[in-house]
T-cell receptor
Framework: GESVGLHLPTLSVQEGDNSIINCAYSNSASDYFIWYKQESGKGPQFIID?????DKRQGQRVTVLLNKTVKHLSLQIAATQPGDSAVYFCAERTGANNLFFGTGTRLTVIP | DTGVSQNPRHKITKRGQNVTFRCDPISEHNRLYWYRQTLGQGPEFLTY????????KSRLLSDRFSAERPKGSFSTLEIQRTEQGDSAMYLC???????????FGPGTRLTVL
């Protein structure tokens, strides 16, 4: 079955530095990937998505990179701010309509 | 605030009791999803609706769980004869159609004593 996981469960960065959160997926048939941010007591919040026919997509302060060869996904956050502190999840979709989520990485921004 | 609302936000119940949660999706979204999230884990898919039709159910959705979306707008998730293992955050999400991002509600946190 599908498997989505994260290399690092926790990540601490200094305010102003760039953050990179990594994610590995196992299903080469996945056609859509999405990053969510979840703050304590809240539901996941959409950050950025990417389709399998793309390698890179940029948003405001965020960039998602997709390497289909090694089935790896990363989220880069530029100039990390205290408000970026949260748990970040990657999720994949494989033709069906539901998303498969990984365990998550907790990002802590040190002021 | 994504526009998806869930009620109640918190529910504490005793083992064996029935509970029902409600989700109001973004009004123009025809797809509605239910997920369950336990502490430290990512959300796990339970079921989804396109309009009023329940099109997919996960193996996680045991016979004690039932979901409805009678008019294709709001949805309810009922758990009968709750067990301590049902304690989790129950998340609802909605989207316009397949391929569009899913917008999540704040969740209902269930605690079964």
């Amino acid at each position: 079955g599908e498997s989505v996981g994260l290399h690092l469960p926790t990540l601490s960065v200094q305010e102003g530095d760039n953050s990179i959160i990594n994610c590995a997926y196992s299903n080469s048939a996945s056609d859509y990937f999405i990053w969510y941010k979840q703050e304590s007591g809240k539901g996941p919040q959409f950050i950025i998505d990417i389709r399998s026919n793309m390698d890179k997509r940029q948003g405001q302060r965020v960039t998602v990179l997709l390497n289909k060869t090694v089935k790896h996904l990363s989220l880069q956050i530029a100039a990390t701010q205290p408000g970026d502190s949260a748990v970040y999840f990657c999720a994949e979709r494989t033709g069906a309509n539901n998303l498969f989520f990984g365990t998550g990485t907790r990002l802590t921004v040190i002021p | 605030d994504t526009g998806v609302s869930q009620n109640p936000r918190h529910k504490i119940t005793k083992r064996g009791q029935n509970v029902t949660f409600r989700c109001d999706p973004i009004s123009e979204h025809n797809r509605l999803y239910w997920y369950r999230q336990t502490l430290g884990q990512g959300p796990e898919f339970l079921t989804y609706f396109q309009n009023e039709a329940q099109l997919e159910k996960s193996r996680l959705l045991s016979d004690r769980f039932s979901a409805e979306r009678p008019k294709g707008s709001f949805s309810t998730l009922e758990i009968q004869r709750t067990e301590q293992g049902d304690s989790a955050m129950y998340l609802c999400a909605s989207s316009l159609r397949q391929g569009n991002e899913q917008f999540f509600g704040p969740g209902t946190r269930l605690t079964v004593l």
